[in-house]
Nanobody, 120 residues
């Protein structure tokens, strides 16, 4: 019904940067909040940042000033610009979206995840 596909992960040195993208497709009427979460090895999945359809953003403390979330509503795409990356940012990053479908139902789901590894 709805699919989320992430891209942009990879291996980067400490202090480097990456830009993640996530595009939603399928039976979409509108998308409310979109967000990025991550799961580090041995830890629970946690929120990184989110953005509403009107552009209101929310960040967790450990990425404030380093990461920027944005979205292109015309493309159903959300981005995560990650600067000044640290080894502790190493994780699988997942996209999440709250979608109103063309059938009038609500869909909330996850992408497949993209690996981000910060290491020298």
């Amino acid at each position: 019904q709805v699919q989320l596909v992430e891209s942009g992960g990879g291996l980067v040195q400490p202090g480097g940067f990456l830009r993640l993208s996530c595009t939603a497709s399928g039976s979409i009427r509108s998308i409310n909040t979109m967000g990025w979460y991550r799961r580090a090895p041995g830890k629970e999945r946690e929120l990184v940042a989110s953005v509403t359809d009107s552009g209101t953003t929310n960040y967790v403390d450990f990425v404030q000033g380093r990461f920027t979330i944005s979205r292109d509503n015309a493309k159903n795409t959300v981005y995560l610009q990650m600067n000044s990356l640290k080894p502790e940012d190493t994780a699988v990053y997942y996209c999440n979206a709250d979608v109103k479908t063309t059938l009038g139902t609500r869909w909330r789901g996850w992408g497949q995840g993209t690996q981000v590894t910060v290491s020298s």
